[in-house]
């Protein structure tokens, strides 16, 4: 079952300041790192469950560059045979809001006719990156096509998104932590925290 989030996580104490906290104090934690771990691992046997009988190792093909952390900790949350591949697309150049137009710098590299393949995002917003990208995914000819997202943000959303594995959804917050970023930074925090 998805989590639905309306209130920040409950604080965590974890002894002396660090320099996490000092960066992060004034922002609300949303999602904490436990939460994330937990959630991680439900969706990795879930998706191991739906994914039980194929022939050929599963190809999870990786939307970067956010998505890497949670790919990382779903790939080993899994207890199936599975690829890695990745795609570098985007639809925020700059600051915390999609523009609409999706950049695709980097395509997979290996073939996927014939393959099942399990789309990784960290979130879903307009929904614009996330069906390019499967578009293309369908045209190099994948047997299935789905999709696991760690946030979703259906607030923002301009174009229908049928997520299968779903983490966690959100308000209407930009958030950074777990390899969600605002200009590159913040990636590198164990837990979500809302930007704005």
Request: charged share 20%; net charge positive.
């Amino acid at each position: 079952m998805t989590e639905v989030l309306t209130q920040p996580a409950p604080s965590e104490t974890t002894g002396p300041s660090t320099g996490e906290e000092v960066r992060t104090s004034n922002r609300p934690q949303m999602i904490s790192s436990a939460q994330i771990a937990r959630r991680v691992r439900r969706l990795g046997r879930r998706i191991s469950e739906v994914y039980a009988d194929i022939d050929t190792p599963l190809v999870m093909v990786v939307i970067l560059k956010g998505a890497t952390v949670f790919a990382a900790d779903l790939l080993r949350s899994l207890s199936i045979p599975a690829e890695l591949e990745f795609v570098r697309a985007s639809s925020y150049p700059t600051g915390t809001s999609s523009n609409g137009r999706l950049r695709l710098a980097h395509m997979v590299e290996g073939p996927l006719v014939g393959r099942h393949v399990l789309l990784v995002e960290d979130i879903i917003d307009s929904g614009v990156t996330v069906n390019a990208v499967a578009r293309r995914i369908r045209k190099l000819g994948a047997a299935s096509v789905r999709l696991a997202a760690l946030l979703d943000r259906p607030a923002r959303r301009q174009v229908v998104v049928k997520i299968d594995f779903t983490g966690f959804v959100i308000p209407d917050r930009f958030v950074i932590g777990y390899g969600l970023d605002y200009a590159g930074l913040y990636r590198e925090l164990p837990h979500i925290y809302a930007l704005t």
